[in-house]
């Protein structure tokens, strides 16, 4: 596997209201990502406080859609809907407006997720200890930093579900394999 562009760090402190802390590989703080939850566990919405930049709020949207997050900045909206259509799909969603996104468990055994494009295939790599909450995210390809903090943040709401490798991978078109269809 090639070099990655970029790897982050995160450490995580506190159970009700955890505080992601987003590390570079070299340890120099990059932010903080505090989730926000109600009296009964369920996750409101996050806040990330970047050490330079603007301040992202994360949001679950209001409605039937239970599992629909929102992230607005002054460059757009992104929308990531975590909704499970059946109980072996592990699949999320990202709209960009532009591009699509999935982000799906990793390949082989272990807790993880992968951020896939639409069309260029794999872009990051989050990976979880087996035990814990800290993870490694590897950027692979160029991609907006708040986008890869969204991916982040809805992976670890779900994390529990991204032990077992994903059926997915098979349909997943990779830039690398020609397509065999004639």
């Known amino acids: 596997m090639a070099k990655p562009l970029r790897t982050l760090i995160t450490r995580v402190r506190g159970f009700w209201n955890p505080v992601h802390t987003i590390l570079e590989a070299d340890g120099s703080a990059v932010g903080i990502l505090k989730v926000r939850r109600n009296r009964w566990g369920l996750v409101l919405g996050a806040e990330y406080r970047p050490e330079e930049g603007e301040?992202?709020?994360?949001?679950?949207?209001?409605?039937?859609?239970?599992?629909?997050?929102?992230?607005?900045?002054?460059?757009?909206?992104?929308?990531?809907?975590?909704?499970?259509?059946?109980?072996?799909?592990?699949?999320?969603?990202?709209?960009?407006?532009?591009?699509?996104?999935?982000?799906?468990?990793?390949?082989?055994?272990?807790?993880?997720?992968?951020?896939?494009?639409?069309?260029?295939?794999?872009?990051?790599?989050?990976?979880?200890?087996?035990?814990?909450?800290?993870?490694?995210?590897?950027?692979?390809?160029?991609?907006?930093?708040?986008?890869?903090?969204?991916?982040?943040?809805?992976?670890?709401?779900?994390?529990?579900e991204s032990f077992y490798p994903s059926w997915l991978d098979r349909t997943i078109p990779s830039p690398a394999r020609p397509s065999t269809s004639s």
Do not use: C
């Not at 993870?135 to 992976?155: C, T, V």
């Open 55 to 160: 301040v992202l709020q994360f949001r679950r949207d209001p409605g039937i859609l239970r599992a629909q997050f929102s992230l607005w900045t002054e460059d757009g909206e992104w929308l990531g809907s975590s909704l499970r259509w059946h109980v072996g799909r592990r699949q999320i969603d990202l709209w960009t407006g532009s591009k699509p996104y999935r982000v799906v468990p990793r390949k082989g055994l272990g807790r993880g997720w992968r951020v896939i494009a639409s069309r260029t295939g794999e872009v990051a790599t989050i990976r979880l200890g087996l035990l814990g909450r800290a993870a490694r995210i590897d950027l692979q390809r160029k991609m907006d930093p708040e986008l890869l903090l969204f991916s982040y943040f809805l992976g670890s709401l779900t994390s529990n």
